[in-house]
T-cell receptor
Framework: DAEITQSPRHKITETGRQVTLACHQT?????MFWYRQDLGHGLRLIHY???????NKGEVSDGYSVSRSNTEDLPLTLESAASSQTSVYFC???????????????FGEGSRLTVL | KQEVTQIPAALSVPEGENLVLNCSFT??????LQWFRQDPGKGLTSLLL?????REQTSGRLNASLDKSSGRSTLYIAASQPGDSATYLC???????????FGSGTRLQVQP
């Protein structure tokens, strides 16, 4: 079965370190997204990509970057981790472009990041 | 900017009750609306997807309705079971965008 996997599922790091969270999907979806989930804020969009070599900033992109070198992967990098980036991070994907795209979004299991 | 609100934030009901979860959104120019379920420590599972041209979708004991003009959607759960206990999130995709805007969710507990 096609799926979307995130790694690591849990990570503890120190302030100032660089951290990369991996996301891999096997649906061959064009669209991939990174969200963070925090109490009191719900899910907020960090970055998204509509295809290879395409990346866009979401509403809370400061301190994060992504790259899309192939269809399957969208790694999320925290350049210099801060305590405010302690959160649960979710990767998601959906198929297609703007036409004939149901828009149904599929999520990974999440990566819990703690920055000390 | 689209804003999505879910009421109530938490709900506790006895097993067997029918219940309604509410979702409202501020901009009616949406492409679709999706309901998700999230169990503690888990990812989000898609329950129902309603396109902007549709009025409702059904899956088993779940029925979701959409009234785009009033900016509202409801998720109806019939004959609730303890296994329905979870957080339910509503999300809208605006026309011209592919990302979703999420509500904060309703935490449902069904008492046996």
């Amino acid at each position: 079965d096609a799926e979307i996997t995130q790694s690591p599922r849990h990570k503890i790091t120190e302030t100032g370190r660089q951290v990369t969270l991996a996301c891999h999907q096997t649906w061959n979806h064009n669209n991939m997204f990174w969200y963070r989930q925090d109490l009191g804020h719900g899910l907020r969009l960090i970055h998204y990509s509509y295809g290879v070599q395409d990346t866009n900033k979401g509403e809370v992109s400061d301190g994060y970057s992504v790259s899309r070198s192939n269809t399957e992967d969208l790694p999320l990098t925290l350049e210099s981790a801060a305590s405010s980036q302690t959160s649960v991070y979710f990767c998601a994907s959906s198929e297609g472009g703007m036409v004939a795209d149901t828009g149904e979004l599929f999520f990974g299991e999440g990566s819990r990041l703690t920055v000390l | 900017k689209q804003e999505v609100t879910q009421i109530p934030a938490a709900l506790s009901v006895p097993e067997g009750e029918n219940l309604v979860l509410n979702c409202s959104f501020t901009d009616s120019a949406i492409y679709n609306l999706q309901w998700f379920r999230q169990d503690p420590g888990k990812g989000l599972t898609s329950l129902l997807l309603i396109q902007s041209s549709q009025r409702e979708q059904t899956s088993g004991r779940l029925n979701a309705s959409l009234d785009k003009s009033s900016g509202r959607s409801t998720l109806y759960i019939a004959a609730s079971q303890p296994g329905d206990s979870a957080t339910y999130l509503c999300a809208v995709r605006d026309t011209g965008r592919r990302a979703l805007t999420f509500g904060s969710g309703t935490r449902l507990q069904v008492q046996p």
